[in-house]
């Protein structure tokens, strides 16, 4: 059975920083492409960042120079790190992993930007 737990959200001032994790099981996160999405209230899921088995990085424009996703295989997790955080960045964050036809999410990790 595959599994995807994000950790790492919370309430953060902006200007903030945080670093979420994507701890997989059942599949070997170097074989797959991974990528982090979010999805804010009312609006439809976005992408974020992904990191392809090759290694090969993609932002979304509204977080380059500020997020940095990262792959340690022998913790088999994914992280995202998230610097300069701003009140836009306020949504419920995923994680998934692809590979051919297979596509894995998580359940998602809050994150709040606010004063």
């Known amino acids: 059975q595959v599994q995807l737990v994000e950790s790492g959200g919370g309430l953060v001032h902006p200007r903030g920083s945080l670093k979420l994790s994507c701890a997989a099981s059942g599949i070997i996160v170097s074989m797959y492409d991974m990528g982090w999405y979010r999805q804010a209230p009312g609006e439809q899921r976005e992408l974020v960042a992904t990191?392809?088995?090759?290694?090969?990085?993609n932002y979304a424009d509204s977080v380059k120079g500020r997020f940095t996703i990262t792959r340690d295989n022998a913790k088999n997790t994914v992280y995202l790190q998230m610097n300069s955080l701003k009140p836009e960045d306020t949504a419920v964050y995923y994680c998934?992993?692809?590979?051919?036809?297979?596509?894995?999410w998580g359940q998602g990790t809050q994150v709040t930007v606010s004063s």
């Open positions: 990191v392809t088995v090759g290694g090969t990085t």
């Open positions: 998934r992993a692809q590979r051919r036809l297979s596509r894995y």
